[in-house]
């Protein structure tokens, strides 16, 4: 990491930062050399087929928990920030940072995230090394404390008395956030997550990129009102029809001489495909009006997502559901706009 830092004049100054983290030894699927072992169920260790001998963990006859410690993460930022101390009644802070975080590891995909069951060729680490579904490229946010200058002991109106109790005493301060939204990942669930599992790989099929654009000026309108990004850019990869009872059949056969024909193009996320950005307002005002030298009383009205600001929700991203490619565009997944009264007498 590596930090240099400018004072632009006394009360204000400039940071730029740069910062790197690699993650080693992560949980990840394990690399597939042999046959999948997840296929048959029952603890007997008796009475057991030929093919089931022939699996690497033959004693067992189904393993629930599928993971290595092969992953990896990589995440580089640059951050730059503004700041000014409080002084003369104004304190300011800003921030914006540009980053990526890459990883195959396996707390993406089988941790409960956005990847949860995307590990599709352990095989082939390399295709899984993809943008995290927490990977945000650009953030920025902006904090603010500003009294106005109107008062006793201010720029303007500088008075004591009833001028000072009507304009004096007021205070704005806030905090604004705008970042990136974050990758989606599309997945095939149904028949083909079980062909993965009948090979001993815990997650689900992807599909092929099409070389249609994920984006489309007509998404919108009819039926497709909720569309959020096209689905022709989708395909289905070339279905696999083994059964467990034919593990050494023409279908396992073909699939272990090329897996790359069952197996989708598409990568587990991909920085054409993210959900909507985050705009997020929050603003406080605030009036302290003095009684007596030893009293005061003070009035703030807080707002909370200041200008009501929805975002919809995440497409479908299971290319056999009906909802595929489709979001709820009224359903607000953030809380609206909440205003908070509050009052506080000074003794």
Do not use: C, M, W
Not at 135 to 156: A, C, M, Q, T, W
Not at 262 to 280: E, M
């Amino acid at each position: 990491n590596a930090l240099l830092r400018k004072k632009l004049v006394d009360v204000t100054a400039s940071d730029r930062a740069y910062a790197t983290s690699v993650g080693f030894t992560l949980p990840s699927g394990p690399d597939a050399v042999y046959p999948g072992f997840g296929g048959q169920t029952g603890s007997s260790l008796l009475e057991r087929s030929v093919a089931q001998s022939l699996r690497p963990f033959p004693q067992y006859g189904n393993i629930n928990n599928r993971l290595e410690s092969q992953g990896q993460s990589f995440y580089n930022a640059l951050k730059v920030e503004l700041q000014r101390r409080f002084t003369d009644g104004i304190q300011f802070g800003a921030s914006y940072t540009f980053s990526k975080l890459l990883t195959d590891a396996a707390e993406d995909l089988y941790g409960g995230s956005a990847l949860t069951g995307i590990l599709q060729n352990p095989a082939d680490r390399r295709s899984l090394r993809s943008l995290s579904p927490g990977d945000v490229p650009h953030s920025f946010v902006v904090n603010y404390l500003v009294e106005l200058p109107f008062g006793k002991g201010k720029r303007f109106l500088n008075q004591g008395g009833f001028v000072d109790r009507l304009v004096g005493g007021f205070q704005i301060s806030g905090i604004q956030r705008y970042r990136s939204g974050t990758p989606i990942a599309i997945f095939i669930g149904g028949g083909r997550r079980e062909f993965l599992d009948l090979l001993g790989i815990g997650g689900n099929v992807r599909p092929n990129l099409t070389g249609q654009p994920v984006f489309t000026d007509n998404l919108g309108g009819g039926s497709d009102f909720f569309r959020y990004f096209n689905r022709a850019a989708f395909a289905l990869p070339t279905d696999f029809r083994g059964t467990t009872a034919a593990i050494g059949s023409a279908e396992y056969r073909a699939f272990y001489a090329n897996p790359s024909v069952f197996l989708g193009t598409a990568a587990p996320t991909s920085n054409d495909l993210r959900t909507k950005p985050f705009f997020s307002e929050d603003l406080s005002i605030l009036k302290k009006t003095r009684i007596t030298e030893t009293t005061a009383i003070e009035f703030r009205a807080e707002f909370f997502n200041l200008f009501n600001r929805s975002r919809p929700i995440a497409p479908g991203a299971n290319f056999d559901a009906g909802n595929f490619g489709d979001s709820g565009f009224f359903a607000d997944i953030f809380q609206p706009r909440r205003i908070q009264l509050g009052a506080r007498f000074i003794f």
